[in-house]
């Protein structure tokens, strides 16, 4: 018999961590790791926006016989220029498609996010991303795989990032409001997500049952 679907989405701004958020997410709720944009065009033909996520991860257990629970997570980039939903129209596209059971916002310093944002460098054509202060490069400037050179996205170098920012705000006040007004929004601050995993864990431990204890992540 189908399991029921708890349905849930991962809000924040750009740089707050809401793929490795989701990353931990699929490790200890045992979750599948499946494309956005893939995922959105092929189930949902990509109306209204909807196949415009790239860079988004969705974990997905669903239809699983016998007493786990399936849920589905995404982490959406509000206000960045990919993701989705970056509007209030686009959040309410959503609710046509499926009625969202939990929402966790992440809030992170803005200050924080432009120091994350401004220290990323990434390799082209693998899409590796490196950061100089936590994530550095074996050797500065190069892909540790390949020896290429890295390269900084424009919207990350620090004059675009503030703008950024500006934009998320923007755009992500109403979606969160939203979810706010309907009872389902749970909001956790911090600037490490070290540091905020093991709150998102116990929030979901009390929705679904984990594979692994919060230790083994």
Known sequence: ?????????????????????????????????????????????????????????????????????????????????????????????????????????????????????SARWVHPASGRVYNMDFNPPHVQGVDDLTGEPLVQREDDRPEAVAARLRKYKDAAKPVIELYKSRGILHSFSGTETNKIWPYVYTLLSSKIPPVLSDEEN
Do not use: W, Y
């Open 1 to 117: 018999m189908a399991s029921k679907l708890l349905r849930a989405v991962v809000l924040g701004p750009p740089g707050s961590g809401k793929g490795t958020v989701c990353e931990r997410i699929a490790r200890s709720f045992g979750l599948q790791h499946l494309s956005s944009g893939q995922f959105l065009r092929e189930s949902l033909g990509g109306g209204d926006g909807l196949g415009q996520g790239p860079g988004c991860i969705i974990c997905v257990r669903k239809n699983v016989p016998g007493p786990k629970t399936g849920v589905t997570f995404v982490p959406f980039h509000c206000g960045a220029c990919t993701g989705f939903p970056r509007t209030l129209g686009q959040a309410k596209a959503l609710d046509r498609i499926c009625e969202l059971d939990l929402v966790i916002s992440l809030n992170i310093p803005f200050e924080t996010l432009k120091d994350r944002l």
